[in-house]
């Protein structure tokens, strides 16, 4: 997985009852855009630093 800056990370529920998670990526921790990543979650505003597993995702922002 690699991202850049402001890239949306995407984390796809576990259980039926969990909504799934949309974050902007604010801050990259290695330079190849490798995990893990600074997040700020988009349904609260809370940032956090997050090592995606396999139900994550990238998806590229529109720059």
């Known amino acids: 997985m690699r ?18 998670r949309v974050g902007i990526i604010i801050e990259l921790h290695h330079d190849d855009g ?16 997050v090592y995606p597993g396999p139900d994550g995702r990238i998806e590229p922002s529109h720059r």
């Open 3 to 20: 991202a850049r800056l402001g890239d949306r990370l995407i984390l796809q529920p576990t259980h039926p009852d969990s909504p799934r």
């Open 34 to 49: 490798s995990p893990p990543y600074t997040v700020r979650w988009l349904d609260d505003e809370h940032e956090a630093l």
